[in-house]
Every structure is written in C-alpha cells, then in structure tokens.
C-alpha cells in the first residue's frame, strides 16, 4: 500500500534490559507528525529525540477523532538518523513500529503512578508536506541496519 522511503532502527542493545522482563509489546502507528521532534540530552551522554504522531481514526458512527502516540528514539551516536527526525516537518505522514514498555514509580505524594513509553524501532518517511510554493519535497532513500 506505502512504499517505504526511509527506514531506519534504533539500537536494540538500549531496551533489552526492560524487554527481558515481561513480554514484548509492539506498536505500529501510521499518522502525521504533531510538531517537529525535540532532542533532549540523556545523563549517558547521549540524546534521545521525542516526538508525536496523531493517527485519525474514521468511524461511520462517530466523528473523525486523533489518537496521539508520544514515541522516543535513541539514536547511534554518527547515525543519519538524527539528521533526518532532526529536519522532518509539522505534518509529515510516517509510518512507525515502536516497542512498548511500562513504567511504575512514585510521585513526592507517594502516589504510583503508571505509563505506557514508546521506543522507535523503525520508522517510514511516507510523505513530507508540501512546501511553500505547494511542491511536495521527495523523502531521500536510505536505510540503516543496526
């Protein structure tokens, strides 16, 4: 159906200590970008690049609502992966496979609290929006094995 364009990984080695615990949960989510994706510093060192994709679902009963998924990558440090999240656009429609892993701990009211994260495994440049003279720009083909 979409012809992939760009499909890169992210380092597996990163999530293995919290998929060895529990089962594997997967996520594919394919919608348009939020905003552009933010890059934030680890205390490693390293960065991890967040963004959000809304996926419109389309119900003959219901109206058109978005569904919003916040997913973070941890890139290869000299990845061109950064590069490309780093200058995708407001609006691009991409494909994403992301793994899924839960989170528990405590709030300063000692209250648990829970949450869902989202770990990019791979990702797919669909369609980039159009620019401003209304030309929609080609997404580059590249690929990343890691």
Request: glycine share 6%; charged share 25%.
């Amino acid at each position: 159906m979409f012809a992939p364009r760009s499909i890169f990984s992210r380092p597996a080695s990163l999530l293995r200590p919290l998929m060895q615990r529990r089962g594997l949960a997967r996520l594919t989510v394919t919608g348009h970008l939020g905003d552009i994706p933010e890059v934030l510093p680890l205390a490693s060192g390293g960065e991890v690049i967040k963004f959000s994709v809304a996926a419109i679902s389309n119900s003959k009963t219901s109206p058109k609502k978005a569904n919003w998924f916040r997913i973070s990558c941890i890139p290869n440090e000299g990845s061109r992966l950064r590069e490309l999240l780093v200058n995708l656009q407001k609006g691009t429609l991409v494909h994403v496979e992301a793994d899924a892993v839960h989170s528990s701990w405590e709030d300063q009211q000692g209250v648990v609290k829970h949450t869902l994260n989202f770990y990019q495994r791979q990702i797919e440049i669909l369609k980039r929006p159009a620019n401003a003279l209304g030309e929609v720009e080609e997404a580059e083909e590249v690929g990343e094995k890691q």
